[in-house]
């Protein structure tokens, strides 16, 4: 269990309007993240000479690797605040994918030196449960999903604050295989890779 947070009317409406904005982006923003995501990983070629380019293609990839597991960590954070706050003897059961999210954060992203200097073992789970960029991005998905059917569930608490729907994010855009083999041709032509 986390800190303890005080809710108030205020900012249980912000907490609210988090967790719905929340289902919208993992139903409609989420898939274009992981479908991009996956694009680039499968589209690039292993031996990519250029150093620069290798460099950029790895930090982008594992960059939003990064980013999209503790976005979903934290989601899973502020949806046990919110039931807590429905129940205060509330005790979330996640579902596993939600659960290995949640471990991915703590130990692999938000305290990963921490944890590598204590032990190998959070290293060495993902790689035998997880072990690529092909296998993990699909599991965000469907860890994204069970978090969206939670967020459903409790936007129809009698409690929920129901908030208009902002969705003021830009939304990704999705890229298609060609506009990936045009850049690669491009990046032949010059002499990149």
Do not use: C
């Amino acid at each position: 269990m986390g800190a303890t947070i005080k809710i108030t009317a205020k900012n249980r409406a912000a907490l609210h309007a988090v967790i719905r904005e929340f289902e919208y982006f993992a139903r409609e923003t989420l898939p274009t993240h992981v479908s991009n995501a996956l694009l680039v990983v499968e589209s690039f070629p292993q031996n990519i000479q250029n150093l620069p380019l290798r460099w950029l293609l790895a930090n982008a990839v594992t960059g939003k690797l990064e980013n999209l597991v503790m976005l979903l960590g934290e989601a899973a954070v502020l949806m046990d605040l919110a039931a807590r706050d429905f129940d205060p003897t509330h005790q979330t059961a996640w579902p596993t994918n939600v659960a290995n999210v949640k471990r991915m954060r703590d130990k692999l992203v938000a305290h990963r030196v921490e944890n590598a200097i204590d032990s190998k073992k959070y290293t060495e789970w993902y790689k035998k449960q997880f072990g690529s960029f092909k296998v993990t991005f699909p599991f965000l998905l469907a860890a994204g999903q069970d978090l969206a059917n939670i967020s459903a569930a409790l936007q129809q608490h009698p409690k929920f604050v129901v908030p208009k729907l902002q969705n003021n994010g830009p939304q990704p855009f999705q890229l298609e295989s060609y506009q990936i083999a045009d850049l690669l041709s491009a990046l032949k032509r010059a002499n990149i890779y």
